[in-house]
Every structure is written in structure tokens, then in C-alpha cells.
């Protein structure tokens, strides 16, 4: 947890390796190293460059060779074209035919290496837009991958919609970037570059005036440059936050509509983008949107451009006015000043282009910082082991998993609020194949300490162990996939029922063995009555069952992990009393020889438990069996008075039977 204080480029220190695997203390929590907005790593190209692997590195050098060969020809064109048009005033030529002979020479070469020069262009722009398209798809996986790989506690602070617009539009600029302004930035300051000595070459004097008015429209354009990059940034950082506000809203349509939030839904996103129709004029009203971001870029780009090229074609024919002199002069030929015009004209798109290439650059290196903080992102869980041996010395990955459970003094706080104790010295002690049953008041860490038996979140004192191995020295994949989870609402995937009932089993499975799980789960009946059975797909995140059917699905597919421990989160939602006693057979079924840990909701649940585990306040306050706990333990009778479940299920008289002394006599609504 020290780590997420440092930047991910920091080298471990000794600090580090004193919170290593198995520790039974961890450190103090810290928050969760970004806050999501701000999340950036140092923008640099050479970060970029480094995305690329062999294939396009190699491409990357055909491209180049293209390049200059293009440029080369490009650039000799016109020194041909100029002995053409010497040839058209040369007083020592008297005779036309010969005259036009030698133009026709001079012509068709150069007709020839510009022909040359265009396919040599194309080649060259194709090659660059294979690399472009290699390298972001490239990006693309390993930014997926990390995502995947970290913390619960990253979710937590980071929202979908921010992690969906680094994958998709953040990476789309980069690719621009690699594949097109990079390599037009580069091209054009060689082909400047080379144009520059050409000039010189033709005449130094003439050369030396050109040069002088770059560097002065390159010096006074730089300013606008940055600020267009700026701009650039601050546009992509506001659509970033749009896109997370749109992606929440559209994943929650249901609850959306059910609270009539379309409108509001709108304005938050409209508050962000600036709908224009809200605008009475054109100019845009003092807030953060991208339509007024993005005003002020047009306006800046576009002054920047004609800056650049007004102040370029401009200066060019102060070039050729200088020229005209030196002609007469004698210092240069007609032809050389012909060139001479060329390269200035070759000079001034290649700066035109330069400085659209370069703020470009700027654009994608914004979002690269963005990308490339997520890249480099340690995950806090499992905590990246500082040498091979390290990794073979502490994780431990057992042949099986019994199933005895321990918490020792464990004390947590979500790393989001550090400051806000979840579970104070929380101690218990669960044997394996039996059910636990963990009841308490709502925010009493019930869920948290099912989450942290996943390793969701690593704790902040104490110890957790399964079969006496600290459970942050257990290979997480192996702990992971021999613990099933059934959630409160269970999530599903936008697939068929199959292929949900399969999702994380990793061995092969007949479909004797899925049919037995699903009846198992009371699952099968429901499946096999849909027009396409097992096939049929359950919508994004299963909205095509019903609440009872996802759990049944859920439980079928935590049988078929064959988990050794079974965690519960039982629906607080009511189902229908049908539905609710077929989870509950479910459930029954599912129980038998495993470790179950169910935060319990059910009177039913409940009393079958094992040990039932009472939580107030953040800490344990009881545990025993159902009938000691209603004799002993207040907080248990007021638990057991107030479940809302047992209200439904049970009338006043039968109440009073089950909890004598506990309910009296005038106690007639509880
Ligand atoms: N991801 C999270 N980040 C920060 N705080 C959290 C997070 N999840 C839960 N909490 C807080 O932790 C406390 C315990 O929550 P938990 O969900 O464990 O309670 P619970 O006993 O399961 O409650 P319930 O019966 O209502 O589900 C609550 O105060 C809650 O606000």
C-alpha cells in the first residue's frame, strides 16, 4: 500500500520489501494513489517510440528510406526545371529545335523522378498508417490488460466512462501521432532542411535573407503553437469528462428513466459539451465546455495558420524581389532564381504542415500522459514482487484448498477513506464445510469482509488465512478460483446462458455436468422453457431474466468452479415467494461440503447456520448458534425483531413463539 503513494516509476525501496507477501501487518492505508481527473504521467515521445516492437521498427525504416527517396525527389525537380529554363535563355543555343530537344530532356526527367517521387510518397504514407494502426492496437491490448489487472480499490476511484475514453479516443490520437504527425513533422523538417542547403547552394546571399525570415515567423509563431496545444489538451480532458458522465448514464438506462432522469441526465452532459442551441450568440458563455475550449482553439489555430502561411508568402516575395536584383546583378541564373522560388514555396508548406504536424504532437502527447499513467500503474494487489526469487519464495499455490477460514485483529478502511474505520480487531475463526451465517446493521462491514476474503482489498492490521496460509502469500488466481461468489445481484454478461453458467470455469464441461448444475440450482427448468435454452442470450449485464433466475444462474455457475468456499450475498431485494424458495433450494444444494459464508438476510438462512456471526458498529459482537444468540445477545433479538424478511414470513403469533420473552405482549408491530 506504500506503493500508491510513489509514482510508479519510483525504484522500490527496502520499505517496500518490508510489506511483502505474508506480512501480517500492512501498512497504514493510503488513498488510492490519483484522483482520477488528474491522473498523468510526464508526456514524452520517446515513451511512444518505445511501443513499437520489431515488426513496425523495421517498417519504421522502410518508411524513412521512402521518405527520403520521395523527398529527393521532390526536391531535384526543380533543380531540373531550372536548367530548362536556362536552357530557354541561353544565348550560346541558336537553333530552337535543339533548344526544345534539350528542354524536352530535362522536362521528361523530371516528369519521371516527380512520378517516382509520388509512388515512393504513397508507399511511404501506407507503410506509416500500418505502423500507426499496429502500434495503437498494440497500445490498445496492454491498456486493457492493465486495467484488468488492477485493484478494486483503482474502480473504486476510477469511473467507467474515464477508463473507456482512455482506451478508445485518448489512444486514437496517439495513433495520429505515430502514424501521421510525427512522420509529417519529421518529413517536413528534413525536406525543409534540405531545401535550406539546396537555397544556400544557389546562392548564399539570396539564402541567407530566406533563412532569416523563418527563424523570425518561427519564433513569433512558437507562442501560438503552445497555446494551441494547451487548448488541445484542456478540450480532450473536458470531453473525457463528458464521456464518463454519458458512458454512467447510458450502462444505468433503467435507473435513469425509472427516477425520469433523462433531463437532468442531458444537462450534465450538456454542461460539459455547451449545446449551441442553448447559446443565443455565437460566442460562448464563461463556462467549462468543449464547444467554448474549443472556439477559442479554432480561432487560435486558425490565426496561427494564417500567421504562418501569410507571414511565409509574404516573405517570399520579399525573397524574390531581393532575387530579381541578383538576376540582374549577374550573381545567379533566371533558372536558380526559378528554383530558389520553388524551395521557398517547398519551405513555406513544409512549415504550414510542420506547425499543424506539431500540434498535433502536443494533442497526443496530452492524452498520452493520461494513457501512459495507466500503463505504468503498479497494481496495489497482488503487489508486484521485487525479483523472481521473491515470487517463487513467497506465493504460495497449495495442491487444495480445505477451507478454514481465519480473521485475526484484522482492522480495515477503504483505501478511498482512509480515515473511516470499517472493521475494528474483527476475530473469527470459520472451520471448513460449515455455513456462517454474518448478521448486523447496515454499514456494519458484512459485504467488506466478504470482499476482503477475495483479496478485493488487502487489510490494514491483523490476518487473514485460509488453511493457515496468509491470505496475501496465496497465489490470487488460485485463491480466486477456488472461492465461488454469489452476489446480492448477480452480474451476468451480454451472452448466452452457457456461456454465463461457464464464465471463469477454466476445465472442459459436458453437458450432463451443466444440465446437473443448473437442476442443482433449480435452474434448469426456467432454461430449458426459453425458445433457445442454453443458448439463449441474456442481454447486456442479464436483463432479459429476472432477478431470481440471475441468481439461480449465479449459483449454477459457483457449483460448477466446484469452489471450496462458497460466499453469499443474499438478495435484501424481496423476490417473489416462489422464486425465493427455489434460490433458497438452490442455495441448500449448493451448501453441502463447502465453507459458506453468507451475509444473511433470511430467518430461514439464519437459523440454519452453523455459527451466525453478529456485527455492530464495525466490529464483532457476538457469535454462537441461533437459539444461544436469542437467549444472550441483545443486539441479536433486535436484529432478529427488525428483519424485514421474518416480518413477511411470519405472523405476530408465530413470532412470539419463536422469540418468547424477546417479543411482548403489546409488541404488536414491530
Ligand atoms: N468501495 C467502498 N469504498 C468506500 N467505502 C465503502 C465501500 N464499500 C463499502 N463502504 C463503506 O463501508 C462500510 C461497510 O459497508 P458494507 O457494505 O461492508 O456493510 P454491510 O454490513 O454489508 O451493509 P449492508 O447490510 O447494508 O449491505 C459502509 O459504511 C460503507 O459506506
Redesign the pocket.
Known sequence: MIEAEKSSNDPPTSEDSNQGHGSPTSSLPSKVDDNAALAYSKPSVRKLFHLMDKPEKLMQLVSFVLMIGSEAANLITPLIVANAYDVLVDPTISNDEERMTAISYYMILAIIISIAGIIAGFLRVTVQGVVGERVVARLRCRLYKQILKQEIAFF?EHKSGELVSRLGSDTTLLQSVVSQSLPDFFTQTIKAITAMILMFYLSVKLAGLALGGVVLIFLLSAPMGKLLGQLSKQYQDILGQAQTHSTEAIGSMRTVQAFAAERKEETRYNNKIGNPDDIPLWWPPNERTTYRVGFFKSMVQSGFFSFVFGAGFGFLNVTLWYGFYLVLQDEMTLGDLTAFNSYIISIGFAMGQMAGSIAKVFEGLGASGRVFHLLERVPQIPKTPLSDEEKLDAIIKPQTMVGHVKLEGVSFS?P??PNQP?LEDVTLTIPANTTTALV?S???????IVSLLQRFYDINKGKITIDDHDLQSLDLVWLRQHIGYVQQEPTLFGLTIRENMLYGVERDVTQEELEAASKDAHAHDFIIDMPEGYETLVGERGVKLSGGQKQRVAIARALLTNCRILLLDEATSALDAESEHLVQQAIDKAVVGRTVIV?AHRLSTIRQADQIVV?DNHRVVDVGVHDDLLEKCPKYQDLIKRQSIMMRNVSQSGLKKLLPGVIDEDDEDV
Open positions: 473504486d477503504y478511498s477513506r470499517v448486523g447496515s454499514g456494519a462491514g458484512k459485504s467488506t451475509v456485527m
